[in-house]
């Protein structure tokens, strides 16, 4: 594997969560649910920080305990349910950068993707190394719902949201099995050259490359439902979780 010289992994745990409240720091198992993405990333071998950046006192409790660090809290403005994730990232940069720390490349894991283990970020990290053009990379799985049997609705009318045929016949009045594969991001991981955030204001820049999520890597907990789901999983499957060596988080 080829280890980055300055790399630096980010770990987003916000508090102001609606649909599952709190959910970064639920308990799954024996751990709250953003130890197991900090047991990632510390065993991967990739990264040269892991950082937590979390608006919240408790959360950082829970982070530092599981390893991570957290240099000081997020501010609210940037920890809003609209906040677009480069403004967090400028921030922390700069704040690392006033302590003469800086990093060729960073990594995005966000804890409501417990699945992704440290191989999942080796193997982001070797195919992201290889590629010395590109400026970043983010993981995809194949879309389920099919953007091409989507939807626009104006009042009482809908209009298909991709005018495509095949054959003569809609995208929206074809199988799924003859339209064009498309992919959707998934949350788990991206990964990308620090400079893109000055040049582009951005967090991936213009040339990116595609990482295909296997089995469950991608997985992402965003409502009660996929919560539920999650619990399944590890109840049917607990070596599904990657291994967090730190004893569990107590108050």
Known sequence: MNTPQNSIALIPARTGSLRVP????????EHPLIAYTISAALESGVFQAV??????????????HYGAEVPLLRPAETATS????????KWILAELAKDNRSYDCFSILRPTSPFRTPATIQRAWQQFSLDPEVH???????????????????????TP?????????????SQYASL????????????????????????????IIPFLSANKEGFDINTEDDWILCEHYVQQNPEMLPRVSVAPWKK
């Not at 609209?82 to 990232?89: C, H, K, L, Y």
């Not at 983010?138 to 091409?148: F, K, L, M, S, Y």
């Open 22 to 29: 709190h959910k970064n720091v639920k308990s799954l198992s």
């Open 51 to 64: 950082v937590c950046v979390t608006d919240s006192e408790e959360y950082a409790s829970i982070a530092r």
């Open 82 to 89: 609209t906040s677009p994730d480069i403004d967090w990232v």
């Open 136 to 158: 970043s990379l983010r993981a995809v799985t194949p879309c389920t719902e099919h953007p091409g049997k989507m939807w626009n609705v104006t009042g009482n009318r809908m």
């Open 161 to 173: 949201f991709i005018q495509q045929t095949i054959n003569g016949v809609s995208w929206h009045s």
């Open 180 to 207: 064009p594969t498309v992919y959707v991001q998934d949350a788990s991981l991206e990964m990308a050259r620090t400079s893109v955030v000055s040049e582009f204001n951005s967090i991936s820049g213009e040339i």
